[in-house]
């Protein structure tokens, strides 16, 4: 078993991960290739999602820090709670994705090699994974939180990359 020291070491230690990698993509995107003024619609909403998600990520990573000064509880049971504010976020951010859709389908660089229905796929099951977890069909557990964190830097990420080499 985990114990809340190593717990929040860990997540301190992705926080700065995720921090450091925001400002290498910011600062890599505006010296880049766009860089140069072309800037098109899509590109907005990958810009958009790369920077809504690494706060996401970064939020995720402190939130612990807040629940053990503010409310004193036990670990188990802050872990529940994680993983409850994490399904809420994944949740919302998913009804996103099918929001932003319509906008991005018109966009033929969004849908090739398949990469649209690969992410949305991983959405999906993530969001199954921690939907089950909230009913105790799998034990919540620490692996989930960090997934979630991992969810969001991935998609960052993503993001990231499709503005980098995507003209």
Not at 53 to 58: D, E, L, P, T, V
Not at 125 to 131: A, K
Not at 157 to 163: A, D, E, I, T, W
Request: hydrophobic residues 50%; contains cysteine.
């Amino acid at each position: 078993m985990i114990n809340h020291s190593d717990f929040l070491e860990a997540i301190k230690f992705y926080g700065e991960i995720g921090i450091g990698q925001i400002g290498f993509q910011v600062i890599a995107i505006s010296l880049g290739r766009r860089a140069s003024g072309e800037w098109k619609a899509q590109d907005s909403v990958r810009f958009m999602m790369m920077i809504y998600n690494s706060i996401q990520g970064i939020i995720l990573c402190y939130l612990p820090f807040y629940l053990v000064s503010l409310l004193r509880i036990e670990f188990p049971e802050m872990i529940y709670y994680l993983i409850a504010f994490s399904t809420f976020l994944i949740s919302f951010y998913s009804c996103y994705l099918i929001y932003i859709y319509n906008k991005v389908r018109k966009f033929p660089d969004f849908t090739s090699g398949g990469a649209l229905t690969t992410v949305y796929s991983l959405t999906f099951i993530v969001n199954i994974l921690m939907l089950l977890s909230l009913f105790h069909a799998i034990q919540p557990d620490v692996w989930l939180y960090y997934l979630s964190i991992h969810f969001y830097q991935a998609w960052s990420l993503y993001g990231f990359v499709r503005l980098m080499i995507y003209r």
